[in-house]
Every structure is written in structure tokens, then in C-alpha cells.
């Protein structure tokens, strides 16, 4: 028996609920769109002044747009423009330098070319020549025994001129 008055009272309140939205169903509607479009309007209208705000106080400063010239700025002439303007400075010095040392070697290899014999007898280099190789490299470090030693190497009979045998021959 329960059960049949539950169903009894669901078909009631469902009849009640159909008389209603037939009768106050279009006004009802029309508040519930009117509330919805006023709370959308007021999030619209918040959002607006958020998004003024904003502009106003932190984008208006500039900063963000500051740093992003900042970076374009930094990036192209530090990574682009300055080596290429290292590179044509290096071109323009050569330029300078090395087109006035090439006409100039130009003019004095034509000078080079016109030689004058030379007058003397051509010396050869000694190459093997050592001035210092029988010569103590420590000055007076061992005098004593230099005289020594000259003294033992002087032979006792001292040739000239007079005693050779190119002037006894002449006499």
C-alpha cells in the first residue's frame, strides 16, 4: 500500500509542477535570463575595469615592453651587427695599410732590380770561425796559469828577420 501512495503523491506534484510552468513558466524563464545577463554583465564590467586597471598601472610603465626592446636591441648588435662591423673594420685597415706598402713595394722593386757590380774582391764567410774558442769565457779567472802556460809554450829562440834564413841570404 506504500508504495501506491508514493506514486499517487509523485503524480500529484508532477501535475502541479506542469500547471505551474503553464501558467508562470514564461516569467519565470524571463527572471532566471534577466538574473544570468545581470551577473554577466557584472563579470564583463569587472573584467573591463581589471583589464584598464592593469594597463594603466604595470603595462603603462612600460617595463615589459622595455625589456623586450632591451633584448631585440642587445641581441642584434651584440650578436649580429658587431661582428660584421669587426669584420669591414679589418677589411678598411687592410685597405689602408697593405694597398700603400704594395705600391711602395712595387716602386722599390724596380730600384732592387737596377744593381751596380761590386768594385772589391768577393770575401767568403768563414763559417766555422769561433773567436772565443781558445779563450777563457771568465775573464782573469785563471791568469796565473795563461802566464804559465805562455811561458812554456815561448821557445827559447826567437826568430826575426835578421837571423832567418831570408836575411842571411840577402847579406
Excluded at 516569467?27 to 532566471?32: D, G
Amino acid at each position: 500500500p506504500s508504495l501506491k501512495l508514493a506514486v499517487e503523491k509523485m503524480l500529484r506534484q508532477v501535475e502541479k509542477a506542469q500547471d505551474m510552468l503553464n501558467t508562470q513558466g514564461p516569467q519565470i524563464i524571463s527572471k532566471i535570463a534577466s538574473d544570468f545577463a545581470a551577473e554577466f554583465t557584472v563579470h564583463i564590467t569587472d573584467y573591463m575595469k581589471r583589464v584598464v586597471e592593469q594597463t594603466e598601472h604595470s603595462v603603462g610603465k612600460c617595463w615589459p615592453i622595455s625589456q623586450v626592446y632591451n633584448a631585440t636591441v642587445t641581441t642584434a648588435c651584440n650578436k649580429i651587427l658587431d661582428p660584421y662591423n669587426g669584420f669591414w673594420a679589418s677589411v678598411g685597415f687592410i685597405l689602408v695599410l697593405f694597398i700603400p706598402s704594395i705600391i711602395l713595394s712595387v716602386k722599390l722593386a724596380a730600384l732592387y732590380q737596377k744593381s751596380d757590380p761590386y768594385p772589391g774582391p768577393l770575401v767568403e764567410a768563414e763559417y766555422l770561425y769561433d773567436a772565443y774558442a781558445d779563450r777563457d769565457n771568465i775573464p782573469l779567472a785563471n791568469v796565473n796559469e795563461k802566464r804559465k802556460k805562455k811561458q812554456q809554450q815561448q821557445p827559447r829562440y826567437h826568430e826575426s828577420y835578421e837571423n832567418s834564413g831570408a836575411g842571411a841570404a840577402q847579406a
